[in-house]
């Protein structure tokens, strides 16, 4: 009886793309769940979103702490189009505020999740503080081109005071306080911030 030949071996190429993709899939599994409230999400919600098995988790993360921080990373990734500021530094103050608050504001709404459990996490590891000063230093240089026609002729010291006050004003911690513990509505947070940022840049 002739014994059939062996199935070629998977090519080394095909195990990395097929890992990389599942290894994907895992991380937006877990950027959905946290978004859906699950924070964190256990390994078998994880796995059960990503249609893989735990074990299979596992192989493609050495850690836990691997997948939160590759996580992170692709979080930052995924709403990238919302840190960017429409049309930056063009049009009269009035047009850049309110573009500048609506677009700050529609980013806190779509992370608010993701963006606690990295807060919460980031004292403890230092990969995430990375992350979160690097994300904080990034929305205070858009401020600084956003407001540059204002900003431009103060000198550099009180530019940045300026920069400063308007990236922490305007910043995740205000957005939840003002949104839990002071119970602002969207429409007031916005006209809020417009005021201030009107008054803080025009003296």
Avoid: C, K
């Amino acid at each position: 009886m002739n014994t059939p030949p062996p199935e070629p071996a998977e090519p080394v190429d095909g195990r990395r793309a097929r890992r990389a993709r599942g290894r994907a899939a895992v991380v937006e599994a877990t950027i959905d769940l946290v978004l859906e409230g699950f924070s964190p999400p256990t390994v078998e919600q994880v796995a059960d979103r990503a249609g893989v098995s735990t074990a299979s988790v596992f192989r493609y993360f050495d850690t836990l702490d691997e997948l939160r921080d590759e996580t992170t990373r692709r979080y930052f990734q995924r709403f990238a189009h919302l840190l960017e500021i429409p049309e930056i530094g063009q049009g009269t103050l009035d047009a850049r505020i309110t573009r500048f608050v609506d677009i700050r504001h529609e980013l806190y709404v779509a992370t608010a999740p993701m963006a606690r459990m990295v807060r919460n996490r980031a004292p403890r590891v230092a990969a995430l503080h990375d992350i979160l000063h690097r994300h904080r230093a990034g929305m205070a240089r858009d401020v600084r081109r956003h407001f540059a026609t204002e900003l431009d002729g103060l000198g550099a010291v009180t530019a940045g005071e300026m920069v400063g006050t308007i990236a922490t004003l305007t910043s995740f911690e205000a957005w939840s306080e003002l949104t839990e513990d002071h119970r602002r509505t969207p429409a007031q947070i916005r006209r809020g911030w417009a005021r201030a940022l009107s008054r803080v840049l025009t003296g």
